[in-house]
């Protein structure tokens, strides 16, 4: 388990911070004695959050604009010092059928979760390699692994970010630089709004989210699944045959969660919200 002596004093920077998993992360490790910064395209929120938790640094970021996250970055590092670790937090998850789904809507999921990661993840890279030290933290999602009806756009998102990860750690290995991916299963946060889960399993919390960041910054490694049994049972596809693999989803209701079994009222807000449409 991390301790406090491992995170205090480091400057982490929290995209997506002004809700869930974002915010649930900030607080933890806000606890712990980092230096936490967090930024989100939405400014209200953000700077609500950000004065709830009592932060030096936080503010509108939109990590689909180079600028946007340099500047914010710059912004950390003269308040705070040098970025220690980076955690890319920030996506979107609209759910509905590939089919029905507007151009515009795949384009912002893939430009805010893959663009967005790839924007953060070589600025802080550009700041770190020379100092040869820093930490890249990615959340991706065992949707990245486990095909899930309703999320095809969201799955093959958070695949890219799981292979951009791994070829980053491999690149930078020898520079100082690490690159870590943590894989959530269905969290409690307005993402799975609307939706039971699977069958016979319980959802993450956002606090179990940022329970494993703190962990990975404590002791490095390439990936982390939460919850530990969802990554096992996804990590089994690998070794089943391809129609057992299927049956235990069918069986877990993987093929209705975000389809047929939606409270489409319940979802609506997160619906609008995810798809630009209140913008």
């Known amino acids: 388990m991390a301790t406090a002596t491992t995170i205090a004093g480091k400057v982490v920077v929290i995209t ?32 609500e959050a950000g004065a709830d938790l009592g932060l030096e640094v936080y503010g509108r970021l939109d990590v689909t604009d180079p600028d946007s996250f340099a500047a914010f970055l710059d912004q950390v590092e003269r308040q705070l010092g040098p970025v220690d670790v980076l955690v890319n937090n920030a996506g979107i998850m609209p759910a509905g059928r590939f089919d029905e789904e507007p151009d515009r809507v795949s384009r912002r999921i893939m430009d805010i979760n893959v663009h967005g990661v790839i924007v953060g993840s070589k600025l802080a890279t550009q700041r770190m390699a020379p100092r040869r030290s820093g930490h890249v933290i990615n959340i991706a999602s065992l949707a990245g692994e486990a095909p899930t009806p309703g999320l095809a756009t969201y799955c093959a998102s958070k695949a890219a970010v799981l292979a951009l990860t791994d070829t980053l750690r491999a690149e930078y290995r020898e520079q100082g630089v690490e690159f870590s991916a943590v894989l959530p299963t269905f969290t409690n946060t307005e993402l799975v709004s609307g939706t039971a889960g699977a069958k016979g399993m319980k959802n993450a919390e956002p606090e179990d989210i940022a329970a494993a960041v703190a962990g990975l910054i404590a002791k490095p490694k390439r990936r982390v699944a939460v919850t530990k049994l969802a990554g096992a049972l996804v990590a089994s596809q690998y070794f089943l045959p391809t129609k057992v693999s299927e049956y235990l989803a069918h069986a877990f209701g993987l093929e209705k969660v975000f389809l047929d079994d939606v409270d489409t009222a319940a979802r609506s807000a997160y619906e609008r919200r995810a798809r630009g449409e209140d913008e």
Not at 21 to 36: E, M, N, P, Y
């Open 16 to 47: 997506g911070g002004a809700r869930g998993i974002g915010f649930a992360t900030a607080k933890h490790l806000r606890d712990q004695g980092a230096q936490v910064a967090i930024g989100d395209i939405d400014e209200a929120k953000v700077k």
